[in-house]
């Protein structure tokens, strides 16, 4: 297995400041005595595909240089390839269960990376700010690692990975709306997105069930989240009991608030004391199942997708996380 941290870029990240400061912070990570390898996206994907390519030439640990969706890309590129049962072919060392796991650190150049605000201790920061910069280049520089779950999304036509959140509703209406027309507005687009979205507020079912549930809800809801970790859009702290080594799908639901009672309880989103209003609910799971009747767009680790989900289980500590 190769050691050295193959650092997969997205120079275009963060508005183009990710390619500015990204020379900087290797050389210093460099000069700390970690081994880096670079390679640069130019496109969606490019992540995915680097990563998958670097996972079979024996790279093992891999830097996320960018922003959520950069994440979330190389976590696609390392499964499912990470979960198969190695060949005896392959040699010896190759039937060790620890030499399939992945390890991912970070590099928060771009407009925000929400998993790692759950080990900055910082509520009132962007994680890619400097403090949260700060975090991950010490992280990297003192070799800290801790197991991390990964959620699986089956969908339809196949699967997809996370270890941040995946929504549906409200949140996934504000990540769509940001995506389409505010894409470069960073955490004003977030802002903007939200009070457009609450103009038109919709409140609709659907249906899910987890284990111990004989029947799908199918009430109407603002939204439902799928978490395993606590934060997203930056600061937004929509699942503040999620754990991301708990072997648990924290998915939390608020059911159909009105306009008014929303716009009085908005800025719980951002401390996590949604949880507490009467129509919210949060329940740790192991699986949930969908009955939907059509696909729904959703959010997942900040990429808006357009998928016909069926279920969601988890990887119990199948990556390992820099934090």
Known sequence: MNDTFLAIINPAAGGGRCGERVGAALDRLRS????????????????TKIAREGYSRGYRKFLAVGGDGTSYEIVNGLFPDSLLTPSPANGPSADKPEDRIATLGFL????????????????????SDDNGLEYAMQALEARRSRPCDVLRLTHKDGA???????????????????????????????????????????????????????????????????????????TMMIAPDAITDDGLIEYVRWGPIGRLGLIKNLSTLYDGTHTRHPLAERHAVSRIEFQLDQPVDVMVDGEVLTL?????DVLSAALRVVV
């Open 108 to 127: 928060p150049l771009g407009t925000g990376n929400s998993f790692l605000r759950d080990f900055t201790g910082s509520a009132s920061s962007s994680a």
């Open 308 to 312: 016909d989900c069926k279920s969601i």
């Open 160 to 234: 997809i990975y996370y270890t941040n959140l995946l929504s549906v509703g409200f949140t996934a209406d504000v990540a769509t709306l940001r995506h389409r027309r505010f894409q470069g507005l960073g955490q004003f687009g977030y802002l903007l997105s939200i009070f457009m979205c609450l103009a038109r507020l919709d409140r609709r079912p659907f249906p899910v069930r987890f284990e111990g549930q004989q029947k799908f809800d199918t009430r109407p809801c603002l939204f439902l989240t799928f978490n395993n970790s606590k934060f997203t859009g930056g």
């Open 32 to 47: 700390s005595g970690v081994a880096l390898e670079t390679a640069e996206t130019s496109a969606g994907g490019d992540a």
